[in-house]
């Protein structure tokens, strides 16, 4: 809208690009660029079944990446300033910044992933081989967990104990033990391996892979791949 409110409605995990045309158009060096300007900004948003809702003040939100939910509170990544932004989904308004530990030049938050037991959501970032631990009851990042080469996704089991993290150049996930917060495991996967999901039963991790078209299947009991299928590109 003309107060640059966004609404975004989906029932399906995907990558989505919004055309965003407003006056005074704000551009990444936080320069007016025309008077009425476009632009577009990527989103990655998780399966939340029929979540809507309206994100305000999206200057605040640079260069979002990806989301997850915990607590009626939506968690951003920003890969262009290395941080979190903190939405309260009961009032749409962005309630808190929180600044990645990261010494890279280029840290680049992507994946992020909230844990359904324990006060805390994860941020997997690649330019520093890193899973930044946040603390969601004091909003800070407490923890930074060394995992392979460039993390891209991660996705907790739903009893809130293992933490698995896809490592898009080394072709591995990083099997995380919530309870000690060190990697307990590396499981070797198809190419390039970005998004995860896992079986109810937290028994099988079915991971994709980027430069194989295919998805890998992951006994999380055995840890090993089990079968790699292939599907489209």
Not at 85 to 105: F, H, P, R, W, Y
Request: glycine content about 8%.
């Amino acid at each position: 809208g003309a107060d640059g409110r966004f609404a975004l409605q989906y029932d399906e995990e995907g990558e989505y690009t919004l055309d965003i045309t407003a006056r005074g158009y704000i551009d990444r060096q936080e320069q007016v660029a025309t008077d009425c300007g476009r632009g577009e900004k990527e989103i990655w948003l998780t399966p939340i079944a029929l979540q809507s809702g309206v994100m305000k003040d999206p200057v605040r939100l640079i260069t979002p990446k990806r989301l997850a939910f915990r607590e009626r509170r939506a968690y951003i990544t920003n890969n262009t300033d290395n941080s979190v932004a903190v939405i309260n989904t009961a009032t749409d308004q962005v309630i808190a910044k929180i600044a990645l530990k990261c010494d890279a030049l280029l840290c680049d938050p992507t994946g992020i992933a909230a844990n359904p037991r324990r006060a805390q959501v994860y941020v997997a970032i690649p330019g520093a081989d890193q899973v930044s631990v946040i603390n969601t009851d004091t909003n800070e990042d407490v923890r930074q967990i060394k995992v392979g080469d460039s993390p891209v996704a991660c996705v907790v089991s739903h009893d809130g104990r293992m933490l698995y993290v896809s490592n898009q150049r080394d072709n591995t996930v990083s099997v995380v033990d919530l309870d000690t917060l060190n990697v307990r495991d590396l499981i070797r996967v198809g190419r390039e391996p970005a998004g995860m999901g896992i079986s109810p039963d937290d028994v099988y991790l079915y991971v994709s892979n980027n430069s194989g078209d295919t998805v890998s299947v992951l006994n999380l009991k055995a840890g090993t791949e089990t079968t790699r299928i292939p599907v489209g590109s």
